[in-house]
């Protein structure tokens, strides 16, 4: 497969790849991750998701474009400069918050509903 074949990219996509050239973000999630996820979040009304390794925030581009109104997704990264700008693209969205904490602690700390989906894109060890 081509990735140019893929026409129904998140419209903020091409956005966020920009950014990711442009500060040297060496670590972007694939396009097919992207439509994998975008797949399983349709597939969840109503979910309650979670992802580990917010990164620039394309893996959370394809996510956000699967979910419905009603769904929730956190979202963690422990890298700060990361973090404000994703919230550049993502803060308005109510359906999204944003953690800037290292992902162990957060979820050793989690005492919140179970989740619906975990996309970890993280360290290995945990």
Not at 56 to 66: N, T
Not at 75 to 91: G, H, Q, R, T
Not at 104 to 110: G, T
């Amino acid at each position: 497969m081509i990735d140019s074949n893929i026409q129904d990219k998140p419209k903020i996509h091409q956005q966020i790849e920009q950014k990711s050239a442009e500060i040297g973000f060496t670590m972007p999630s694939d396009v097919y991750v992207g439509t994998l996820l975008k797949t399983l979040m349709a597939s969840k009304p109503k979910g309650k998701f979670l992802e580990l390794g917010t990164g620039i925030g394309l893996s959370l581009s394809w996510m956000v474009d699967g979910m419905d109104a009603e769904s929730e997704l956190i979202s963690v990264d422990n890298d700060p400069k990361l973090i404000a700008i994703v919230k550049d693209y993502f803060e308005s969205d109510k359906r999204v918050k944003l953690f800037c904490e290292d992902g162990s602690e957060w979820i050793k700390n989690y005492l919140g509903e179970k989740f619906d989906l975990i996309f970890a894109d993280a360290w290995p060890e945990i």
